[in-house]
Nanobody
Framework: QVQVVESGGGLVQPGGSLRLSCAAS????????MGWYRQAPGKQRELVAA???????NYADSVKGRFTISRDNVKNTVYLQMNSLKPEDTAVYYC?????????WGQGTQVTVSS
């Protein structure tokens, strides 16, 4: 089981940037594909970006060209660099395995994009 702690969220103006971090526990971290997900108020949680154990990446169409997912298997950490942020990116962002397990989610980190 991989357990995670997300951090790095905050309030940012449209067009700004944030870097989210996900510190993961578990000796098997490096073999798992990991993902960043988000849930906006009144909406279902959605996959934003995923990265395989070999660092191949996949992005939702809405964030392609603006967000970059990466991982450091030595530090057991996954990152999400978010540039050119838009108000519609406002959500709670979660890190988890990809695909996610049924019964575990971290606490998430709030990202608010507003002027």
């Amino acid at each position: 089981q991989v357990q995670v702690v997300e951090s790095g969220g905050g309030l940012v103006q449209p067009g700004g940037s944030l870097r989210l971090s996900c510190a993961a526990s578990g000796s098997m971290f490096s073999i798992y594909a990991m993902g960043w997900y988000r849930q906006a108020p009144g909406k279902q949680r959605e996959l934003v970006a995923a990265i395989t154990s070999g660092s191949s990446t996949n992005y939702a169409d809405s964030v392609k060209g603006r967000f970059t997912i990466s991982r450091d298997n030595v530090k057991n950490t996954v990152y999400l660099q978010m540039n050119s942020l838009k108000p519609e990116d406002t959500a709670v962002y979660y890190c988890n395995r990809y695909p996610p397990p049924v019964n575990y989610w971290g606490q998430g980190t709030q990202v608010t994009v507003s002027s």
